[in-house]
């Protein structure tokens, strides 16, 4: 599964993407992004799909460090790990929990870093109304697609919102606020 496929099941809009300084933000985060990852940022952006999972994009504060909605995230989701002591049979501590999304009812989305390339690492799945963490094989292109087709395993999320949608929609958050600023629900 690839970003061509979600790109054609998801058209990004006009505008959308972020042309993200990769060197810069993965010297402040001490690693490497997935490429899929990567490809998302360039050709969506950071912003909200079906209005209910908002997915992040890198940053970092004028001293270099991380920054934004990934570091705090990151931060939230790594003391849910330490609180729930992880996924029994996953040797990982918290600092290897990196957050690229959350939905609207608290889930977290989170890769965890591995020891093999950022190509390599699962999804992790912090899934709030059972109060626990799911690992899911394959990266966030893949992830995103099998959602929208309703073959994750367990279906992690704690809305229904993205589970099994034919033709998901994305917006970045400075569209939606032009949409509404028109006057008109950009979700409707």
């Known amino acids: 599964m690839s970003i061509n496929e979600l790109l054609s099941l998801m058209p990004p809009h006009a505008g959308a993407g972020s042309d993200v300084d990769w060197d810069e933000a993965e010297r402040a985060w001490g690693h490497s992004f997935p490429t899929d990852y990567k490809g998302f940022v360039g050709h969506y952006g950071a912003g909200a799909i079906e209005n209910f999972l908002a997915v992040f994009e890198p940053s970092a504060d004028a001293a270099g460090r991380p920054a934004g909605a990934i570091a705090d995230e990151s931060s939230a989701a790594q003391e849910a790990w330490a609180d729930l002591e992880g996924i029994q049979g996953v040797d990982a501590s918290p600092d290897r929990i990196v957050a690229w ?88």
């Not at 890769?111 to 093999?116: A, P």
């Not at 966030?140 to 919102?161: C, K, N, Q």
């Open 101 to 188: 999304g959350a939905d609207g009812v608290g889930d977290m989305l989170c890769w965890l870093r591995t020891e093999d390339g950022p190509d390599e690492w699962p999804v992790l799945v912090y899934t709030r109304s059972r109060d626990a963490w799911q690992l899911h094989e394959g990266g966030m292109v893949e992830f995103l697609l099998r959602g929208f087709r309703a073959e994750v395993p367990g279906h992690p999320f704690s809305g229904t919102a993205m589970w099994g949608v034919r033709s998901p929609r994305f917006l970045t958050r400075s569209r939606e606020r032009q949409i509404y600023g028109c006057g008109q629900d950009p979700w409707a």
